[in-house]
């Protein structure tokens, strides 16, 4: 079965440096790849996905992720970071061709942004 | 606007209270989910329906029923309410298909048993 690793729990960085949240996932093929974001108090909203070809994927927000085979990670980076950026994130891993079509998600990195 | 709609926003139960949680999605998808989310666990899934007329556990599926009335809505049901599913609950839907393959969910439930 698929499974999703999020390694930091929580990390500070400094408004104008630039970001990097990891994400390793477990499965025996190439599964469909995505990042979501969640205010406090809010639904989540999907950042970015990767399916296939490239393997470096542009989202929303100036966010980006690079996908990795050979290390099975989909870490999610960001120039530089911006105060509004302060939130919960969350990589997740769906199978394709499944018949419900299930997303994990891994237990997320709180993102804090210090002045 | 389309997306997934979640009632109500907050609820407050007491031990034993019994409640739906309703969601409707107005964006034609076939699969519809509920989750929970609970600090430092992420989100994780207690039933879901890949199809109109079909549904099944999914992680967490204990104390918990639920409903697909038809394509459009997908009810979670407490019988009765533990201190236990204190959580915020998620309904979110996905198309399932090719590209537009993706979860959009609802805006939550934050409910509390007492």
């Known amino acids: 079965a698929q499974s999703v690793t999020q390694p930091d729990i929580h990390i500070t960085v400094s408004e104008g440096a630039s970001l990097e949240l990891r994400c390793n996932y477990s499965?025996?093929?190439?599964?469909?790849l995505f990042w979501y974001v969640q205010s406090p108090g809010q639904g989540l909203q999907l950042l970015l996905k990767?399916?296939?070809?490239?393997?470096l994927v542009q989202g929303i927000k100036g966010f980006e992720a690079e996908f990795k085979r050979s290390q099975s990670s989909f870490n999610l980076r960001k120039p530089s970071v911006h105060w509004s950026d302060a939130a919960e994130y969350f990589c997740?891993?769906?199978?394709?061709?499944?018949?419900?079509?299930?997303?994990?998600f891994g237990s997320g990195t709180r993102l804090s942004i210090r002045p | 606007n389309a997306g997934v709609t979640q009632t109500p926003k907050f609820q407050v139960l007491k031990t034993g209270q019994s409640m739906t949680l309703q969601c409707a999605q107005d964006?034609?998808?076939?699969?519809m989910y509920w989750y929970r989310q609970d600090p430092g666990m992420g989100l994780r899934l207690i039933y879901y329906?890949?199809?109109?007329?079909?549904?099944d556990k999914g992680e967490v599926p204990n104390g918990y029923n639920v409903s697909r009335l038809n394509k459009r809505e997908f009810s979670l049901r407490l019988e009765s309410a533990a201190p236990s599913q204190t959580s915020v609950y998620f309904c979110?839907?996905?198309?399932?298909?090719?590209?537009?393959?993706?979860?959009?969910f609802g805006s939550g439930t934050r409910l509390t048993v007492v």
């Open positions: 997740a891993v769906g199978v394709p061709y499944s018949s419900a079509s299930k997303i994990i």
């Open positions: 499965y025996g093929a190439t599964p469909y």
């Open positions: 990767y399916f296939s070809g490239d393997t």
């Open positions: 964006m034609n998808h076939n699969s």
């Open positions: 329906s890949a199809s109109e007329g079909t549904t």
């Open positions: 979110a839907s996905n198309s399932g298909q090719g590209r537009g393959y993706g979860y959009t």
